[in-house]
């Protein structure tokens, strides 16, 4: 697929998701407590008291906001905001004086997001229509750059850094949860939409993900791996995973595959 189509074809798949038409992961449509899902993968108790529970769509791959040490009147920029999950959690550490900026480019989401600031009275947090490899922020605009479980969905990752690299303030720090591949997936599950919207197609090596943050121009590049493949739920009433688990072999796993990553640098 060419990067336009598969934009759009992500776009598609995750305004769906926001409108509830489709499950996908640890989402309530599919029987899952997504409580219950965050805290599996990271979140705790009393983080998750701060979030407002129509933004946790389940979604994530990791907790970036643990690794990013936020502090008092930071400005953290969120890329692939969705329905705001990180973004509110990132709002209550940097306190009223920060400020957390939520791009996305579904509508759908962006209109959940809003919602939910609204309704929940979170005044330090914006949400702007936007794509990741062409971030509506000013350059040296922001503190920290956190994501989580989007930027292997992009076609054009090299792009994503280097637009990071511009909005970070010097001395400004990257905290992205992701998911990355241990090895070359099977060509079938490399043709696949569904894989590539779950999350799995679009995934870089672990090694060639540390060279593309490099290359960037951001240093102290870590790209450690967490766990499996955690975002991935596999349930029969998940198309997306059904699909994904049909596209490997008989005797294989997803998890021979695809690892959880969280990934760290510095401007």
């Known amino acids: 697929m060419d990067k336009e189509k598969t934009r759009k074809i992500v776009k598609e798949a995750y305004g769906k998701l926001a409108q509830g038409q489709d499950c996908c992961c640890?989402?309530?449509?599919?029987?899952?407590?997504?409580?219950?899902?965050?805290?599996?993968?990271?979140?705790t108790e009393e983080e998750l008291q701060v979030i407002p529970d129509e933004a946790n769509l389940a979604?994530?791959?990791?907790?970036?906001?643990?690794?990013?040490?936020?502090?008092?009147?930071?400005?953290?920029?969120d890329l692939g905001s969705g329905a705001g999950f990180d973004c509110?959690?990132?709002?209550?550490?940097?306190?009223?004086?920060?400020?957390?900026?939520?791009?996305?480019?579904?509508?759908?989401?962006l209109e959940k997001a809003r919602a939910n600031a609204k309704k929940n009275g979170v005044e330090n947090v914006e949400f702007r229509l936007g794509e990741i490899e062409n971030i509506p922020v000013a350059d040296n605009a922001v503190d920290?750059?956190?994501?989580?479980?989007?930027?292997?969905?992009s076609a054009d990752k090299p792009r994503v850094f280097q637009e990071?690299?511009?909005?970070?303030?010097?001395?400004?720090?990257?905290?992205v949860s992701?998911?990355?591949?241990?090895?070359?997936?099977?060509?079938?599950t490399q043709e696949s939409i569904e894989a590539y919207v779950g999350c799995v197609s679009g995934a870089l090596t672990v090694g060639t993900?540390?060279?593309?943050?490099?290359?960037?121009?951001?240093?102290?590049?870590?790209?450690?791996?967490k766990g499996s493949s955690a975002c991935i739920c596999f349930d029969t009433k998940d198309p997306i995973g059904?699909?994904?688990?049909?596209?490997?072999?008989?005797?294989?796993?997803?998890?021979?595959?695809?690892v959880s990553v969280f990934i760290e640098g510095f401007k």
């Open 164 to 175: 990071i690299y511009r909005v970070l303030k010097p001395g400004g720090r990257i905290a």
């Open 144 to 153: 920290v750059v956190i994501s989580n479980c989007v930027i292997n969905l």
């Open 209 to 225: 993900l540390q060279k593309t943050v490099e290359a960037s121009g951001l240093h102290d590049v870590s790209v450690s791996v």
């Open 59 to 77: 979604l994530s791959c990791g907790n970036p906001t643990a690794f990013a040490s936020l502090g008092n009147n930071e400005v953290v920029l």
């Open 26 to 43: 640890g989402d309530t449509s599919c029987g899952t407590d997504t409580a219950e899902f965050a805290k599996s993968i990271g979140y």
């Open 178 to 188: 992701d998911i990355a591949l241990l090895k070359e997936l099977p060509r079938r």
């Open 242 to 258: 059904r699909a994904i688990l049909d596209s490997l072999g008989e005797d294989e796993s997803l998890d021979d595959y695809v």
């Open 88 to 109: 509110f959690l990132a709002a209550a550490k940097v306190g009223p004086e920060g400020k957390v900026i939520g791009v996305d480019m579904t509508p759908e989401m």
